[in-house]
């Protein structure tokens, strides 16, 4: 979806380097997330944002760091990367009207650490 | 909380074939379900979405899922597969209504049609 962008859309690291990845948004919405993928295991979620002021941890948040700098914008950090942080990183966003929530996804960025 | 089952891993079908993919979940509340196609090197789609109302559920590309309350199932279903269905299959759940957006996925199942 077009309204949701990622940048890069593909990233070869070393062991140790810091890495950010960037999610932006045209929809408007106050939701956004951070997952990513492994081959067997889906989507897990890394962390989330309900708004500018509010940020979780998802179920596996450790060894990553996020900020929201902007209702558009939400960053994810990879402090130190380690091998195992090789994935498919996905952005969503989602707009809850009081009984749904239905998230939009991002490209996806490829993330290899050597 | 919640989880999702998707039980089929991989399935292989010839092009015509009838499709259906199982999707089972837990949570004792009222939910909202979602199932997502993830095309070779793409983001994630969504197919179709269930929140209330007719349990049969009609998404894009001819595909439909059915939620049946007492199976704690979604299962998708499409009569007539496709060579460009080929492409991994999500089925997700979450509970906003109780305050629980967070959408849980399955593990996904890997469809490939033979032409």
């Known amino acids: 979806d077009a309204d949701v962008t990622q940048t890069p859309r593909n990233r070869i ?24 993928q492994d081959p067997g295991l889906g989507l897990r979620l890394i962390y989330y944002s309900f708004d500018v ?36 990183y996905f952005c969503a966003t989602s707009d ?3 009984i749904t929530d239905t998230q939009y996804f991002g490209p996806g960025t490829r993330l290899t650490v050597l | 909380a919640q989880s999702v089952s998707q039980h089929n ?14 999707c089972n979940y837990s949570y004792g509340g009222t939910v909202n379900l979602f199932w ?18 007719d349990p049969l559920v009609k998404g894009i590309k ?14 998708l279903r499409k009569p007539s597969v496709q060579w460009s269905d080929t492409a991994e299959y999500f089925c997700a759940v979450n509970a906003p209504f109780f305050g629980n957006e967070k959408l849980t996925f399955g ?7 033979i032409p």
Not at chain 1, 53 to 77: C, H, M, P, T, W
């Open chain 2, 62 to 75: 001819g595909f439909e899922a059915e939620f049946i309350k007492s199976k704690f199932s979604f299962n």
């Open chain 1, 96 to 98: 809850f009207d009081g």
């Open chain 2, 36 to 53: 997502y196609v993830q095309y070779p090197g793409q983001h994630l789609q969504l197919l179709l979405k269930y929140f209330s109302g």
């Open chain 1, 13 to 36: 690291t070393k062991t140790g380097k810091r890495i950010m990845l960037e999610c932006s948004q045209t929809k408007g919405h106050d939701r956004m997330y951070w997952y990513r």
């Open chain 2, 9 to 22: 891993h991989h399935v292989i079908l010839s092009e015509a074939a009838s499709l259906e993919l199982g």
């Open chain 1, 53 to 88: 002021k509010d940020i979780n941890k998802g179920e596996i948040s450790d060894g990553y760091s996020v900020s929201r700098q902007a209702q558009a914008k939400f960053s994810l950090s990879l402090e130190s990367a380690i091998p195992n942080q090789t994935a498919l």
């Open chain 2, 107 to 113: 593990t996904g199942t890997r469809l490939t049609i």
